[in-house]
């Protein structure tokens, strides 16, 4: 099992996405994030969207976790953040470059197929756990479960309480 962070940053109607120039994802548009090292997911939050464009994130707030199944790869669980305290400006680097969106404007057709799934109950500040299952880049099920803030507290102490967290 490999463990990674998504940060999605937000202000007005507009978030920003990340178009990835290299690694995992090339080609696609998504939040700026990535593994997990010797570090909590709010610390790999902060440290990934530094590495990779340039912006102090402040306050992530934890409002999903997805496991992601796949018949090739590796599973992950991936804990999903968003913010809109932060301080910087977004910068291109060599593993992608920055972009704004409207919030109606994103391009769902150029990022995973399960983004238009999650991805609107993160920008309406909502509460989520899921399970994806694909085959590389084909999702072929999903399962997810929007829930209340207090709900996911609870969901997300027993979820790391049992992966040793």
């Known amino acids: 099992m490999i463990y990674g962070v998504i940060t999605y940053l937000l202000r007005d109607n ?7 120039k290299r690694g995992h994802g090339a080609g696609k ?7 997990i090292e010797e570090e909590n997911p709010v610390e ?24 992601f199944y796949d018949v090739y790869e590796q ?15 977004p910068r291109e680097s060599e593993e ?5 969106f409207q919030f109606e404007e994103i391009p769902y057709d150029k990022m995973w197929e399960d983004d238009k799934i999650w991805l609107p109950l993160v ?12 085959k590389g880049e084909k999702m072929l099920k999903y399962n997810l479960q929007e829930m209340s ?17």
């Open 75 to 89: 599973d992950w669980i991936v804990y999903i953040f968003r913010s809109g305290e932060f301080s910087g400006e």
């Open 29 to 35: 548009w998504n939040g700026p994030g990535g593994k």
């Open 44 to 67: 790999a939050a902060i440290r990934e969207t530094k590495e990779e464009i340039g912006v102090e994130v402040n306050n992530p707030e934890l409002c999903g976790i997805i496991k």
């Open 96 to 100: 992608c470059f920055p972009r704004w």
């Open 123 to 134: 920008i309406n500040k909502k509460y989520f756990q899921a399970k994806f299952w694909f």
């Open 14 to 20: 507009e978030v920003l996405l990340i178009y990835k």
């Open 149 to 165: 803030k207090e709900d996911f507290l609870s969901f997300k102490k027993e979820f790391l309480k049992n992966i040793g967290g």
